[in-house]
């Protein structure tokens, strides 16, 4: 994910050509937490699956198309928004 991927724990929105990438990387405390609910230790990859899912399904309920980046770690929020029919006044 080239700049955007530091390695700090949260969630980033950076510019890209095509609209904006949204990644998130999960904290020590954030795993640990999920660990002690799910009572044994969640894996990376489970919880990116979870905040993405989480955050495409509102993206799209906004109106905005979102795809995931080719490597699966990131998603693509293209920038122009298609909202859905009656959702807007004229």
Avoid: C, K, Y
């Avoid at 799209?60 to 770690?73: A, I, K, P, W, Y």
């Amino acid at each position: 994910m080239g700049d955007a991927d530091s390695g700090i724990p949260g969630l980033r929105v950076s510019e890209v050509s095509a609209g904006a990438l949204v990644s998130w990387t999960a904290s020590d405390g954030f795993t640990a937490l999920a660990r002690e609910q799910a009572g044994r230790a969640p894996s990376n990859d489970s919880l990116r699956v979870i905040v993405q899912a989480a955050v495409t399904g509102l993206l799209v309920q906004l109106g905005h198309t979102v795809t995931e980046t080719s490597d699966g770690d990131g998603l693509v929020v293209l920038a122009e928004a298609v909202f859905p029919q009656g959702s807007m006044s004229s």
